[in-house]
């Protein structure tokens, strides 16, 4: 059976994107796949982060996790800072990456521009994803295309290694998800929903109240016409919210805009709003049911417990393949 892995950070509560178009599909992978999600919250303090909040958001998404499917029997989702080796294997990591190569990285140029003080981490971070992705001998990372960059590094730094020290390193493939991969934000519908936009009416968040989800839906985004088709370059806003509608209810596009022939946005808002309120309503008991019991940490606990011993095993063949440390006899 081929490992997959992936990393989310504790920054923000998951959209409606996010769950589309990756949580959903984990859904699906943890039955054909040995699954590692790790929520990476060493990942998330590259930038100032109060304390509590960062708590409350690491608790909040893995009780997300959990809600939307997956299952701890089948798949391990664990903390990252709870598994020390993904920092220890970082620091290796970091002393084979090259400086050039870290700076071409678009997210760090997109994150340090015009700034005073940029943290160092954000510079040196990547090679703390690639040992996440590494520590599991992981094949397959879904990811989408704003983090191909860091796949193919990761790739090469796995390369680096095998061929200078051992060859250990498992190399991964990307793995683009095959649809709802860019849900795209109701207030600009030409770029993605994004959990950080400061705009909150441009995301729908899983955690958000009935009442506040049909505001937004019926406040996107759309044009003048008054015609539901589809037609991302003329009509992206329209299109976004048919490819919403269209995944969370099941019905294919050409049949949505066969059903709103006749009708205007209202009507065809209207119902959105309700297919999106019910597909997130299980989602919120079941994560509200996690967060005031001790069920969430007992699968923490076993999520860290079986990613030590994964991740330390492998930290180890890596030590020993540098020559750190003693080697046991």
């Given amino acids: 059976m081929k490992t997959i892995f992936s990393g989310i950070q504790p920054s923000g509560t998951i959209t409606l994107g996010n769950y589309i178009g990756a949580l959903n599909q984990f859904v699906e992978l943890q039955d054909d796949y040995n699954c590692y999600f790790c929520i990476v919250d060493q990942h998330a303090i590259t930038v100032p982060q109060d304390r509590l909040v960062l708590r409350n958001n690491i608790r909040s998404l893995a009780a997300l996790y959990i809600a939307v499917g997956i299952n701890p029997e089948k798949a391990t989702l664990f903390i990252q800072s709870e598994v020390p080796a993904h920092a220890q294997g970082a620091w290796m990591m970091q002393c084979i990456s090259y400086i050039g190569e870290l700076e071409r990285m678009t997210q760090f140029k997109d994150k340090s521009a015009g700034k005073d003080g940029v943290s160092a981490a954000l510079l040196t971070y990547p090679p703390l994803m690639a040992t996440d992705i ?19 590094l990761t790739r090469d730094l796995a390369e680096r290694f095998n061929k200078k020290y051992n060859d250990i390193l498992t190399i991964p493939e990307v793995r683009i998800p095959k649809v709802g991969a860019r849900i795209m934000s109701l207030q600009e519908p030409t770029k993605k929903m994004s959990k950080s936009d400061p705009n909150k009416k441009a995301t729908i968040t899983l955690l958000d109240e009935p009442s506040v989800i049909v505001k937004k839906i019926k406040s996107a985004v759309t044009d003048s016409e008054g015609i539901v088709k589809f037609d991302t370059e003329n009509k992206p806003g329209v299109s976004n919210l048919l490819s919403i509608y269209s995944i969370l209810s099941g019905k294919s596009i050409a049949a949505l805009e066969e059903m709103y022939e006749s009708k205007g946005y209202g009507d065809f808002k209207s119902d959105l709003a309700e297919v999106v309120v019910e597909a997130i309503r299980p989602i919120q008991e079941k994560y509200n049911e996690l967060m005031n019991s001790p069920e969430l940490d007992e699968i923490l606990d076993l999520g860290a417990e079986k990613a030590n011993k994964v991740a330390s095993k492998m930290l180890k063949k890596m030590e020993n393949a540098m020559g750190l440390g003693r080697k046991r006899r």
């Fill in 134 to 152: 590494l520590l599991y001998g992981t094949d397959l990372v879904p990811v989408g295309e704003d983090q191909k960059q860091h796949l193919e």
